[in-house]
């Protein structure tokens, strides 16, 4: 019996898992502005103040998982509950582009899925004051449990990550798991067993040539960003949790540590023994499809890969997760531990025509409705805990079920620098892709990281983030 959703989110209020974020600033700035758009009296049926006649704009990122789901689900039920108010639906896989000149220009829309290569640099709005406060969405009442605050509905690590400067200001909507993703149909015809070391990956990789299938590559073009989460989380279970945490809060020597050093080591050696070149000048989607026509055998991504690949995957092909290969035998973190997180960042812009509206619209995703619907349309679990029990789940989910399980509280913490530093996490990509291509050495990587660190440390413009675990 495949499991429910209970099953699949039964270990995400782990610690490892719901680490506090701990985040604050070390430069001085206020708590973003409140709604600068007076909304109407608050009341127990409207209880973030909506003004039922004003327009609502939604901007979503169309990328793995379209934006069907927007329409038919959390506009539709924004619709009925205000039928007054006319939405303004606009799907772009350029956020940031499409969006920069509109902040700038006073014309924030309403509510933002912040995802995507594009995607918006979130401390460069703060600092403008361009996020609401979403304190008034976590502690509204729940539409899918009577009784229940939002923010009690939620699983472990949502809140927390939800804050910059202490303020909760994104909500992170689904629940994502990130490794490497194979065909589960293709290891059972030739008889292959996952590697659970470096050697074994090397062995494999040898196997995998003599059949003419590369062992391992990832989107150069569009996409490098999966590989620099590969490096980060192989660095992780070398040194443990600490090793990220340490280049979240952009501490001396962060990025030449020893397990980051091994880490791209290894990966770039994989790199040169078994990988392809070609595949530095192919976006994700193209990659995606080589990989289903078994010509990758591992391909770094988060759980969304399925639904991305949906029209296009064949039915020899079952998409399933195996945890990164330990490096060392002396790792810190076993072979079974898995990053497991939250993500698909939403915001409601402060000074947007409508932030209660924004606000209300985030409150009905994580209805029941909004949350289980969601699941079915896109295959991917939201952050809603026990709404979708019973749920018929896709091979894909119940495999990374049964990693998470095997993980236990073996869970690898997300890098947050991703939002707190997007100058960092751009740079890191370029220098990704140069270590993987040969261009430069493990050392090189790790001094140009350290460097670029550096420089965004004593920079006293920037706000700081920090974290404790």
């Known amino acids: 019996m495949p499991p429910t959703r209970r099953d699949v989110l039964r270990g995400l209020s782990l610690a490892a898992l719901a680490a506090p974020l701990a985040a604050c600033a070390t430069t001085g700035r206020g708590a973003a502005p409140g709604p600068t758009v007076s909304g109407v009296a608050t009341s127990a049926a409207n209880p973030l103040g909506v003004d039922a006649t004003r327009q609502l ?4 990122f169309s990328g793995g998982n379209g934006d069907k789901y927007a329409v038919d689900l959390h506009e539709a039920a924004y619709s009925k509950a205000y039928p007054q108010a006319k939405i303004k639906h606009v799907a772009t896989q350029k956020v940031g582009t499409q969006l920069r000149p509109r902040f700038i220009a006073g014309d924030a829309p309403d509510v933002i899925n912040n995802s995507g290569p594009e995607a918006l640099d979130l401390q460069a709005l703060v600092q403008e004051g361009h996020l609401a406060d979403l304190t008034p969405l976590f502690e509204a009442p729940s539409l899918a449990f009577p009784g229940k605050k939002v923010k009690d509905t939620l699983v472990g690590g949502v809140y927390e990550n939800s804050l910059i400067d202490g303020v909760p200001r994104v909500l992170q909507y ?3 798991h990130r490794a490497l993703w194979y065909n589960a149909k293709l290891f059972e015809a030739r008889g292959w067993s996952l590697p659970r070391t470096w050697a074994e990956f090397n062995a494999l990789g040898e196997e995998a040539k ?5 062992l391992f590559a990832y989107p150069g073009q569009v996409g490098p960003f999966y590989q620099l989460w590969n490096l980060l989380y192989s660095a992780a ?42 595949y530095f000048g192919l976006d994700h989607t193209q990659t995606q499809i080589k990989q289903l026509q078994d010509k990758v055998l591992f391909y770094p991504c988060g759980s969304w890969l399925e639904n991305e690949m ?12 195996a945890p990164v290969p330990s490096i060392t035998s002396a790792d810190a973190m076993p072979y079974e531990a898995i990053m497991i997180g939250v993500s698909e960042a939403f915001l409601v812009a402060a000074k947007g ?8 619209y985030l409150r009905m995703m994580l209805s029941r409705e909004g949350a289980r619907g969601y699941t079915e349309m896109t295959r991917n679990l939201t952050v809603v805990n026990g709404v979708v029990d019973g749920l018929k789940l896709t091979s894909a989910v119940n495999s990374a079920a049964k990693a998470q399980e095997a993980a236990g509280k073996n869970t690898i913490t997300d890098a947050r620098f991703e939002t707190w530093y997007k100058e960092l996490f751009d740079y890191a990509q370029i220098q990704t892709n140069s270590v993987m291509a040969g261009r430069s050495t493990s050392d090189q990587f790790c001094a140009n990281m350290q460097k670029k660190a550096d420089e965004l440390k ?10 404790s675990v």
């Open 57 to 60: 704009e939604v901007v979503i």
């Open 174 to 176: 689904t629940v994502a």
């Open 210 to 214: 003599k059949a003419g299938i590369t």
């Open 237 to 278: 279970k070398i040194g443990g949790n600490k090793v990220i945490v340490d280049i979240d809060n952009l501490a001396d020597g962060a990025w030449t540590a020893e397990p980051v050093r091994q880490a791209v080591t290894a990966w770039a050696q994989i790199q040169k023994d078994f990988g392809d070149k070609a």
């Open 310 to 321: 949906a029209k296009d995957r064949p039915d020899t092909f079952e998409y399933a997760i």
């Open 353 to 360: 025509k409508n932030p209660q509206g924004g606000l209300e």
């Open 458 to 467: 004593a920079d006293s413009s920037l706000a700081k983030q920090t974290r």
